[in-house]
Nanobody, 127 residues
């Protein structure tokens, strides 16, 4: 499975960006999909995840109400709409995929749950 993230860039605080991640290989519709981010000197942080089937979504506390994850099974794509961006959202953002059977309890929040990762895309929010 290969993932490629895109859509990062520079934006002023209060602005919006939409990240995209294309997924190739395997059965896309069966994957649990997540977004994580990592700022310099910090641990990788859970941002959002979506389960296949019922498409339940989950969000990190710092982005709830501002970010939205979606997927398009026809295009093998997963997206992260980011609104009301803040300087503290500045980070490299990564998309990730795993077999949905690994989504046990709150496992979707852990980076170790995911077996495949994209290369990351930089998001910079200026104040």
């Amino acid at each position: 499975v290969q993932l490629q993230a895109s859509g990062g860039g520079w934006v002023q605080a209060g602005g919006s960006l939409r990240l995209s991640c294309s997924v190739s290989g395997g059965t896309f519709s069966s994957y649990g999909l997540g977004w994580f981010r990592q700022a310099p000197g910090k641990d990788r942080e859970f941002v959002a995840a979506m389960r296949p089937g019922d498409r339940n979504t989950f969000y990190g506390d710092s982005v709830k109400g501002r970010f939205s994850i979606s997927r398009d099974n026809a295009k093998n794509g997963v997206y992260l709409q980011m609104n009301i961006l803040k300087p503290e959202d500045t980070a490299v953002y990564y998309c990730a995929a795993t077999d949905a059977r690994n989504y046990i309890s709150s496992a979707y929040r852990r980076s170790s749950t995911y077996s495949s990762w994209g290369q990351g895309t930089q998001v910079t929010v200026s104040s």
